[in-house]
Nanobody
Framework: VQLQASGGGLVQAGGSLRLSCTAS????????MGWYRQAPGQGREMVAM???????NYATSVKGRFTISRDDAKNSVFLEMNNLKPEDTAVYYC???????????????WGQGTLVTVSS
């Protein structure tokens, strides 16, 4: 199983970006899908998470500005980021909790990370 993320880039404060992530490989089912980020010198933090069935959870710092969505038919998750701020600058990682026929347990998989830079 692999997660492929895309959509990062450089944007001015107040601008928008849309991140995409698609899971591929041998999968039985996907439970949660979401996005984490890691700023320079800091730990990785959860940004937004969605469960199958549309339940969502957001970090307080992004509520009202970011929207997570998923397309189960395409095994994909998206993050629409609006009104971006310099403090949103980080490497963004997608994450998915997946049941694969080759693994005994549900397993967390990570994408390769995509850099978002917000200039002031």
């Amino acid at each position: 199983v692999q997660l492929q993320a895309s959509g990062g880039g450089l944007v001015q404060a107040g601008g928008s970006l849309r991140l995409s992530c698609t899971a591929s490989g041998s999968m039985i089912s996907i439970n949660t899908m979401g996005w984490y980020r890691q700023a320079p010198g800091q730990g990785r933090e959860m940004v937004a998470m969605t469960r199958s069935g549309a339940a969502t959870n957001y970090a307080t710092s992004v509520k009202g500005r970011f929207t997570i969505s998923r397309d189960d038919a395409k095994n994909s998750v998206f993050l629409e980021m609006n009104n971006l701020k310099p403090e949103d600058t980080a490497v963004y990682y997608c994450n998915a909790n997946i049941k694969s026929p080759s693994l005994e347990y549900w397993t967390n998989f990570w994408g390769q990370g995509t850099l978002v830079t917000v200039s002031s």
